[in-house]
């Protein structure tokens, strides 16, 4: 059984950092891209940053400069450094990923259970 947990969700202060930590657990055979989304109250899940296997990354236009996505393919772990934030991105933050389990030698999409964000201004 596949799993992606998350952690370093909590509250801060507008101009503050956190970062962001999900990682992958489980029979797993090879982990692809790996991203995280973000969801605010009454809005639709939105991709916040996305990494690849090989490192490429991109952004939304939104959080560019101010968050940075990496990955640490040894942990099957990705991060999120957010710097600057704003009360705009509070949000619930989901971690994703496509990887191929032993179980089922198929690329599957897989989700963290989320972890909250709160900017105070």
């Known amino acids: 059984q596949v799993q992606l947990v998350e952690s370093g969700g909590g509250l801060v202060q507008a101009g503050g950092s956190l970062r962001l930590s999900c990682a992958a657990s489980g029979s797993i055979l090879r982990i692809g891209t790996m991203g995280w989304f973000r969801q605010a109250p009454g809005k639709q899940r939105e991709l916040v940053a996305r990494i690849t296997s090989a490192g490429s990354t991109n952004y939304a236009d939104s959080v560019k400069g101010r968050f940075f996505i990496s990955r640490d393919n040894a942990k099957n772990t990705v991060y999120l450094q957010m710097n600057s934030l704003k009360p705009e991105d509070i949000a619930v933050y989901y971690c994703?990923?496509?990887?191929?389990?032993?179980?089922?030698?198929?690329?599957?999409?897989?989700w963290g259970q989320g972890t909250q964000v709160t900017v105070s201004s």
């Open positions: 994703s990923a496509t990887l191929w389990s032993i179980a089922t030698m198929t690329p599957d999409n897989y």
